[in-house]
Every structure is written in structure tokens, then in C-alpha cells.
């Protein structure tokens, strides 16, 4: 049995699985802190925790010691910064953190080149601004980092003890060269980063230790298991999917949101904020939009009605479209297609009229257009596909999925087992790196379980045509 551990941002998800069927699964919550306007961060430790529970919760119905092998995978970009003794310097801060706006435009004037070194161009999401921050807000932190990992790495150290990270999630730091796969160490010295702080590179299938006596003790799994290096949460998405060959592509759905069309060969298009990654398997790469915001939206104004996610979309489904307002879904700013951290959420179009079910139709419309936004944003790059697969939480909803198609004109596939996702990618990767599974097994796709033909509908045309504008009005207000 393999095991597949995602450490998300909402929670740790742990799945079983021989490759193929997910016998068990798992997930323990996380919460974000946000001690400052802007700032999002977790404790890593809080992270392990997580992970110790999700085990002890599979350990329930299935025996640990079948495990055979373990992959990662996880929420990208999230700086987290070690001393000497691996200890954690500060909390983590995450890809939707928004304070190093500054460092962005600094690193960029230093380094003009670096969008197609890094395939994309400087957002405060990412890894290295990060690092330029604590250099100038934080210079006692600065001054003891010794390491610094990406949040499924850090329960790799945990689990085996090693300082390793994949291609994919190291693509992520804009400290990666896509094109050669390795560090960039121009990149690093304009990021006030030393370029021996980083952790070594493998892809994904590669084993990079195996678990130590203290982890097995702590998780309850056994001694000296294999642990492959994994991927960043989009690409063992991808992984999932049998998205490891050119000309496959998928949408997810989590609390970020990506568009994601793999490759042979690395296309840059910085302009558009376009990601141009390297795979986690090797001479892959891919294009991905990348949207902030993603399903998030609907779970924050479930928070504020004091319902459920479920219960927004169902809402949404009633509400009489002729009377929706328009909904600006950016409560973090965004990065696909319009790399704007400065812009944020709201509703236009409110009447005295309006009720609880408007305004979740129009939030779950947002949704729909941010991907509509993010098609757009690939031109030519994305037509051909035969159809676009879905996974994460958000492709549970029928409703949501037949919005993505109408405002996007894909034809989406929402697969068997699609809410699995990153952790059963995951899985397969730790397949790969025991021997079970050779890298093309990688590719096989899943079988879809529901079909969601676009529909031409002029009411969602005219709404999206009304978003955009929208954000066209409002983007120069600070």
C-alpha cells in the first residue's frame, strides 16, 4: 500500500491506496493566521500535528504497517525558514500572503530577465520576495536562517530527516531555472538568498529517505518506509489525472484555483502571468493560471451567513439569475491573469431587492468567471484539448462544474474519486519510486464519471462581460 499525505491550507489529507483504488482516507483541519492586513501564515508545527492525526485516523481502519512507501505533496510557495538545528525561525508565510509587494518590483528592476528564468514575473506569493522581506523587516530572522524548505518538505524533514525538495514545487520559489531545473543562482543573490540554504533537487518519484525510528514512533508507521520527493499540490494534482503527458489538462477547484495544460517543453509567457513550471516528472513541464481565489469565496461567504459551502452553491442553484448582482471574488488580490495583489472583493448591483440566495448565485459565478478569465489568458495554447478534468472540493457540485463550461466553452470531466486529488498523486509517486509503477503508468488517465457540455446562455455572457469591465473600473483604487 502507498500512502499519499497533502498538506493543504485548509487541512492535511492522507489517503491509501495500491495505486490505483483509495482504500482509506483522511484529512485533519488547519487554520490560517492573519496577524496583520494582508499577511497569511500557518505554524508548521501545526502542520505535523495535522498529519500525526489524519495517520491515527487511517491507523483506524487500516493497518499503517502495509504502508510501503510515502509521497508528499502540497500547497506551494510557503517560506519556511529553519536555523542550524532545523528549528522553525518564524511562522510560515504562505502563496497567499500579499506583504512583499515592494521586494516584487525590487526584484524585478534587479533581475528584467527573471520572468523567463523563473516562468513567471515577481508576485508576493512567491517564495523569494518573501525572503527579501524578512531581510529587510525581520534582519535578526534573517540573519540565523540556515534552510529553507516548502511546507510538504518540512514533513519530509520530519519523516526522514533530509532537506529535499521536488522540480515542481521548487518552480514555485522563482528560485528554479525552468529551463535547466535547477537552482538559479542569480535569482538568489537579487532574493537576499543564499543559494546554500536550499534543499536538494529530485523529481518526484525520486526516494529522497526513509522514515526515521522518531517519525515511525510519532506516526505509527513503520520504520525505515521509503519517502519519494512528491510534488507542489498542482502538479500531483496532475499526477492524478494522468496529466504527465503534452496536451492534457485539468481545473481545480480547492481554495486556490488553477488552470493546468501539460507539456514537453518550456513556454514562457510572463505577460500574461501565465506560470510556465517545471513537472515533477522528468522533462515535463506546464502552464498553469493560477487564481488565488479559486473556491475560496464560497466557503468565505458561507462563514459570514453561518451555512455550509453545500448550502451556498444550493442557494445559488434558486436564485433567479435575471437579478444577480456581480461579485468581484479577489479577497487576496490575484495572480491569473492579472497579477494584481492590491484588488479585493465586492459586490456591485446590490438592490433593496436582493436576498441570500443572489448573493451566492453571484459569488459561484465568480468562480465560474475567474476560470473564464484564466481560458482567455492561454490563447491559442489551450485549443485542441479534448476536454478538461476536475478535481478538489469544489468539483463536488454539478451546478459549479456546468458554470465552468458555459463561461469557459470547455468541456469539462469530472473524474472518479475527484476530490482525491494532490494526495492521490502523491500516492502514485511513492508507486513510482517503490517500483510499482513505471513513470508512462504515470499517465494513465481516470475514468469520467460525469460530463459537463458547454451551453451557449447570453444572460452569463452579458454578466461576464459586466465582471470584467467591473474590474477594469476598479483596479487603480488603492
Not at 499577511?39 to 489524519?54: F, G, I, K, L, V
Not at 510501503?68 to 510557503?78: F, N
Not at 522581506?133 to 520530519?158: F, S
Not at 459537463?452 to 461576464?464: G, M, Q, S, T, Y
Request: hydrophobic share 45%.
Amino acid at each position: 500500500m502507498f500512502l499519499g499525505i497533502d498538506i493543504g491550507t485548509s487541512a492535511v489529507k492522507v489517503i491509501c491506496t495500491d495505486g490505483t483504488a483509495i482504500h482509506a482516507s483522511a484529512s485533519a483541519d488547519l487554520t490560517v493566521q492573519s496577524p496583520q492586513s494582508g499577511w497569511s501564515e500557518q505554524d508548521p508545527h501545526a502542520w505535523w500535528a495535522a498529519t500525526c492525526t489524519a495517520l491515527a485516523e487511517i491507523g483506524q481502519t487500516r493497518s499503517l504497517s502495509e504502508v510501503t512507501a510515502i509521497g508528499l505533496s502540497g500547497q506551494m510557495h510557503g517560506a519556511v525558514l529553519l536555523d542550524s538545528a532545523h528549528q522553525v525561525l518564524r511562522p510560515a508565510i504562505l502563496w497567499n500572503d500579499s506583504r512583499s509587494i515592494e521586494e516584487c518590483a525590487r526584484l524585478q528592476e534587479a533581475l528584467p530577465e527573471i520572468g523567463t528564468i523563473a516562468g513567471v514575473l515577481p508576485l508576493p506569493g512567491f517564495t523569494a520576495p518573501k525572503l527579501m522581506w524578512v531581510a529587510r523587516q525581520e534582519p535578526e530572522v534573517h540573519a540565523r536562517i540556515a534552510h529553507v524548505l516548502l511546507p510538504k518538505d518540512y514533513i519530509g524533514l520530519r519523516l526522514h530527516g533530509g532537506l529535499a525538495t521536488d522540480r515542481s514545487d521548487a518552480a514555485g520559489t522563482l528560485w528554479l531555472d525552468q529551463a535547466a531545473r535547477e537552482w538559479s543562482g542569480a535569482v538568489a543573490e537579487a532574493s537576499d538568498t543564499y543559494l546554500g540554504w536550499l534543499p536538494r533537487l529530485a523529481d518526484g518519484h525520486e526516494v529522497v529517505g526513509q522514515l526515521t525510528a522518531t517519525a515511525a514512533t510519532a506516526t505509527g508507521l513503520p520504520a525505515d518506509v521509503p519517502v519519494v520527493a512528491g510534488g507542489g499540490d498542482a502538479a500531483t494534482g496532475a499526477v492524478s489525472l494522468g496529466a504527465t503527458e503534452p496536451g492534457r489538462g485539468f481545473i481545480s477547484l480547492g481554495t486556490s484555483g488553477q488552470l493546468f495544460v501539460a507539456g514537453d517543453a518550456y513556454h514562457p509567457n510572463p505577460a500574461k502571468f501565465v506560470h510556465a513550471f517545471a513537472h515533477t516528472v522528468p522533462g515535463r513541464w506546464y502552464q498553469m493560471a493560477a487564481m488565488l481565489n479559486g473556491a475560496r469565496p464560497i466557503a468565505w461567504l458561507a462563514g459570514q451567513l453561518g451555512i455550509s459551502a453545500g448550502e451556498v452553491v444550493a442557494l445559488a442553484e434558486r436564485a433567479d439569475a435575471a437579478r444577480v448582482p456581480i461579485f468581484l471574488p479577489y479577497l487576496t488580490g490575484e495572480r491569473s491573469p492579472h497579477g494584481d495583489p492590491h484588488i479585493r472583493a465586492g459586490f456591485f448591483g446590490l438592490e433593496d431587492s436582493t436576498e441570500r440566495a443572489d448573493l451566492c448565485r453571484a459569488v459561484v459565478e465568480a468562480v465560474a468567471f475567474t476560470f473564464a478569465d484564466a481560458v482567455e489568458s492561454f490563447g491559442d495554447s489551450i485549443t485542441g484539448l479534448p476536454h478538461l478534468a476536475a478535481i478538489g472540493g469544489g468539483s463536488r457540485s454539478p451546478f459549479l462544474l456546468q458554470l465552468i463550461a458555459n463561461a469557459t466553452g470547455q468541456r469539462i470531466g469530472r473524474t472518479v474519486g475527484s476530490d482525491a486529488g494532490p494526495a492521490l498523486g502523491a500516492a502514485r509517486l511513492a508507486a513510482c519510486g517503490a517500483g510499482a509503477m513505471s513513470l508512462s503508468d504515470l499517465a494513465q488517465e481516470p475514468d469520467i464519471a460525469d460530463w459537463f457540455e458547454p451551453k451557449r446562455v447570453p444572460e452569463l455572457e452579458d454578466r461576464l462581460r459586466r465582471y470584467r469591465a467591473l474590474y477594469q473600473a476598479l483596479k487603480t483604487l488603492r
